[in-house]
């Protein structure tokens, strides 16, 4: 007798092929068959009218901190994520010296725009090295799974102290082999993978630049060769891939061994260095380098409303006067002062003007009726403005003043230059790409992205109307077998017996995102994003059922992935 039988579903397992009507059984955490009719189980689920896939993986989060407090990892558990992978982008928190926190908090909040007083607050820094980081990440349950990677900027500041983040400062001999010997020693503890930043846009809230940016071709070469030595692990990279950036890279995963996976957008400064980058992807996979190019699904969009990081006027000196107001106390004031807000609308003295009051032609209204994250031009705050006959600055006020001050306006900042989806719609079917831009967990007070997997499959396989759909099956393989393989978790990702049952059950007709809204429940009372879904009737942790009808069950049976 099987544990479960889920039965009479339309089975999409992961692999890319046709979709199937089929049971699935489970047995000690693990499928156990896939087929018609299979026999008797302690728990049946009808599946009938149902979509029965692999659990999600996200390769691309940022919960490095959250995950030491919140045993659910929201946003992504709440979008069919049972695998989540964070240390990105060259940031996180081991290894760590005692007392030498702040660094590692400062550098986590001005780059992935987490409060350092709620870091401060949650994370227990009972370690020292990436090692005992995993064994405690290990000693907590949790309703996903979850994998860590070592961050370079950790790592360097570890070894050469505040010579590490001074960029005129570069690493000894000696220097070089000891974070080259804790980078081998953490790969073969588990790490899942290395990573580095070499972008501008991240810096620390002081302002500096993160510590990896200047990193020389010989302490990426060293490291690469601790990636050889220990022969597991992925180089994932941030970078903005100037002159000579990529060929530093590709030889550092030839020197390693180990794939590359490079983080890639399209920026509005330079639409078409994606597809420059892209072609040196591919040419490196031609040559034999194992390469991969991680790319999103929707625009990346910063959201402004009157309680999140910045808005329109935000910069606006009038502004102070709310800044640190509550969110209701706020709304109240100019809800009930026609005066203050003819003076917030007005313009700005020179120098305090919001780059969003200037853009307001890139800025749309998300609105819970409609929650379009590909927008016509048309749509936008500075167009209906204009077909009204109003004030650009009053209407997108008014938006965000709108359900008692919870309205909320998307300014698409990456991936959007042509004002639609056709770029998006050819990374995601480039076979050199695989998802990852998801970010849950970071940018909690401007982006919320972490619905990426919900949005993956209503948008591209059901609702598009701007260009073509894709195959959910091609979908779901992307999200699930493709992202798990990429980072060489082979026992997920897949509904064929001996793998992982880790499975979704969704009511794909009903599958749809809500509006992302404010909540205020991180660590000491800090505020951040989330979006949730409604749709997804089942989901399943190694065989263990973790959300029902869209609420989690709080049963924690999420663990550890070690390389």
């Given at each position: 007798m099987y544990d479960l039988v889920i039965r009479g579903g339309r089975v999409i397992d992961g692999s890319g092929a046709p979709a199937q009507t089929a049971d699935v059984a489970v047995t000690d955490g693990r499928i156990a068959a896939v087929g018609g009719k299979l026999g008797p189980a302690r728990r049946e689920i009808d599946a009938d009218g149902l979509l029965v896939t692999p659990g999600f993986v996200d390769i691309h989060t940022h919960y490095d901190g959250q995950a030491t407090w919140d045993p659910y990892l929201t946003p992504s558990s709440w979008h069919g994520v049972t695998t989540a992978v964070f240390g990105n982008c060259g940031v996180g928190f081991a290894p760590v010296r005692p007392g030498a926190t702040d660094y590692l908090i400062n550098l986590m909040e001005g780059v992935e725009d987490i409060p350092g007083t709620v870091l401060s607050e949650g994370v227990p820094f009972t370690w020292e090295s990436f090692p005992q980081y995993m064994d405690a990440l290990a000693a907590m349950p949790r309703a996903i799974d979850i994998g860590a990677q070592v961050p370079h900027a950790a790592l360097r500041f570890y070894v050469m102290g505040e010579r590490g983040a001074d960029h005129a400062q570069m690493p000894t001999d000696d220097e070089l082999a000891r974070m080259a010997a804790l980078l081998e020693e953490s790969l073969l503890s588990g790490a899942l993978g290395f990573t580095t930043s070499r972008t501008t846009k991240h810096r620390a809230r002081d302002g500096r630049l993160t510590p990896s940016l200047s990193a020389r071709e010989?302490?990426?070469?060293?490291?690469?060769?601790?990636?050889n030595r220990a022969g597991r692990g992925v180089l994932e990279v941030n970078s903005d891939f100037g002159p000579g950036e990529f060929e530093a890279l590709r030889a550092a995963?030839?020197?390693?061994?180990?794939?590359?996976?490079?983080?890639?957008?399209?920026?509005?400064?330079?639409?078409?260095?994606?597809?420059?980058?892209?072609?040196?992807?591919?040419?490196?996979?031609?040559?034999?380098?194992?390469?991969?190019?991680?790319?999103g699904c929707r625009p990346i969009g910063v959201l402004l409303g009157l309680d999140t990081t910045v808005n329109p006027f935000s910069a606006h000196p009038v502004w102070a006067?709310?800044?640190?107001?509550?969110?209701?106390?706020?709304?109240?004031?100019?809800?009930?002062?026609?005066?203050?807000?003819?003076?917030?609308?007005?313009?700005?003295?020179?120098?305090?003007?919001?780059?969003?009051?200037a853009e307001l032609s890139k800025a749309y209204p998300l609105t819970a009726g409609g929650l379009d994250y590909e927008p016509e031009p048309s749509s936008s705050v500075t167009a209906q403005a204009a077909a009204r006959g109003v004030d650009p600055r009053a209407?997108?006020?008014?938006?965000?003043?709108?359900?008692?001050?919870?309205?909320?306006?998307?300014?698409?900042?990456?991936?959007?230059?042509?004002?639609?989806l056709d770029v998006v719609h050819t990374m995601l079917t480039d076979?050199?790409?695989?998802?990852?831009?998801?970010?849950?967990?970071?940018?909690?007070?401007?982006?919320?992205d972490a619905g990426?997997?919900?949005?993956?499959?209503?948008?591209?396989?059901?609702?598009?109307?701007?260009?073509p759909r894709l195959a959910l099956e091609f979908l779901v393989h992307k999200q699930t077998r493709e992202a798990a393989l990429?980072?060489?978790?082979?026992?997920?990702?897949?509904?064929?017996?001996?793998?992982?049952?880790?499975?979704?059950?969704?009511?794909?007709?009903?599958?749809?995102?809500?509006?992302?809204?404010?909540?205020y429940d991180l660590p000491a009372g800090g505020k951040r994003l989330v979006q949730k879904a409604e749709g997804y009737r089942h989901i399943f942790v190694s065989g263990v059922e973790t959300l029902q009808a869209d609420q989690h069950t709080g049963e924690l049976p999420g663990q550890l992935v070690r390389s």
């Open positions: 010989p302490e990426l070469f060293a490291l690469a060769r601790a990636m995963a030839e020197i390693a061994r180990r794939p590359l996976s490079c983080l890639l957008v399209q920026v509005n400064k330079t639409p078409d260095l994606w597809r420059q980058t892209l072609d040196q992807i591919r040419a490196a996979r031609a040559a034999g380098v194992e390469a991969n190019a991680q790319v006067s709310l800044r640190n107001l509550s969110a209701a106390e706020r709304y109240q004031r100019l809800a009930h002062d026609a005066e203050l807000r003819q003076r917030l609308i007005a313009p700005a003295p020179e120098g305090a003007a919001s780059i969003f009051a209407l997108a006020l008014d938006l965000m003043m709108a359900d008692g001050g919870t309205g909320l306006l998307l300014h698409p900042f990456e991936n959007y230059c042509g004002g639609n076979d050199a790409c695989v998802l990852g831009v998801a970010d849950g967990g970071a940018h909690v007070g401007v982006i919320c990426a997997p919900t949005y993956l499959l209503t948008h591209w396989a059901r609702d598009r109307t701007r260009g990429a980072y060489g978790m082979a026992d997920r990702g897949l509904l064929a017996p001996g793998c992982k049952a880790d499975i979704n059950v969704i009511d794909f007709d009903r599958l749809r995102l809500l509006a992302p809204e404010v909540v």
